[in-house]
C-alpha cells in the first residue's frame, strides 16, 4: 500500500507544470461514432467500439459538433446456406475542420459581410480536412478485438500526431519572446 502511495505521488508530481511556466492545454477529441450492422453484432460493435473510446484520454462521445466522426458497416460473412462464420468491418475515420475559425483566419485581413461568409460556408454544413478508410475480417466471435484494432488505429494515425501538434504549438508559444513594456 505504502509502495502505491508513493508511486501516486510521483505520478501526480510529474504532471505538474513547472513553476512559472502556464500549463499544457489538456488535448481534447470530440467523437461522433455511427455503427450499422445487422443484430446482434450492430450491439456488440457499438459496446465495444463505444468502451474502447472512452478509454483513451481526452475523447468525449458526442451526437453533433465532433472533432472526429468514425463510421463503421458491419457485416456477416459465410458459405450461402451455411451458419454465419466471420464478419468484416469497413471503418472510415474523418477529422472535420473548423471552418468558422479557417474563415477568421484567412479572411482576418479583408472585411467580408456576414451575409457573404454564411452563402460561402454554411454553419451547419460539416467540413472534413482528412479521411482514414480501413477494412477489418474475421470470425465471428471475434469482434471485440477487431474494435481494438480500430480504436488502435484511430489513437495512432490521428490522435498521437494531434497531440503532438498541441504539444508543439505550446513549446513555441513558450520560447517565443514576450514583448516587454518599454519603460
Known sequence: MIALTFLLLMWAGTSAPS???PPVPRFEGRVLLRVSAPEPMQSTLMSCLTKGLRGLDGVTIVDRVPDYEISVLGVQLGLEGSAKTGCALSV???RTVDVGALCEMLLASQPVSPERRAWAFPPDQPYYGSFDQLIKTG???SLAALCSQVIERFETSHLQPARKLRQRRSDA???SPEKQPEK
Do not use: A, E, W, Y
Open 19 to 21: 513553476p512559472g511556466q
Open 139 to 141: 470470425p465471428s466471435d
Open 92 to 94: 472510415t475515420i474523418l
Open 173 to 175: 508559444r513558450k520560447q
